[in-house]
Nanobody, 126 residues
Framework: QVQLLESGGGSVQVGGSLRLSCTGT????????MGWFRQSPGKEREGVAV???????THADSVKGRFSISQESAKNKLFLQMNNLKPEDTAIYYC????????????????????WGQGTQVTASS
């Protein structure tokens, strides 16, 4: 069965960096959009970055230039490099998979993603 497991979260100072990892089992990245989403207390879940089987990344405007999504598809591994972290980046970060992408294009809208990891906490404090 499908399983996603995140790692790499933690607490850093504002301006610091973290690298999140996600390992998928039970499916192939070649048939999916993979994404990172985050949710802060009292706020709705938002898409951070997604990437498709053709390695086309999309990043939310709020993280462009600071975060970078990447994958090692053959190993079913997904990464999120987070640089210059800000307090507003503090959230639980989730790895997710969409198994029915439209023409290989991946969306930041979370409703399309059917499989989710447990999440990993990221805290950036000043």
């Amino acid at each position: 069965q499908v399983q996603l497991l995140e790692s790499g979260g933690g607490s850093v100072q504002v301006g610091g960096s973290l690298r999140l990892s996600c390992t998928g089992t039970g499916f192939s990245f070649n048939n999916a959009c993979m994404g990172w989403f985050r949710q802060s207390p009292g706020k709705e879940r938002e898409g951070v970055a997604v990437i498709g089987s053709r390695n086309q990344p999309t990043h939310a405007d709020s993280v462009k230039g600071r975060f970078s999504i990447s994958q090692e598809s053959a190993k079913n591994k997904l990464f999120l490099q987070m640089n210059n972290l800000k307090p507003e980046d503090t959230a639980i970060y989730y790895c997710a998979a969409d198994f029915s992408p439209s023409w290989g294009v991946c969306t930041l809208a979370d409703r399309w993603y059917s499989s989710w990891g447990q999440g990993t906490q990221v805290t950036a404090s000043s």
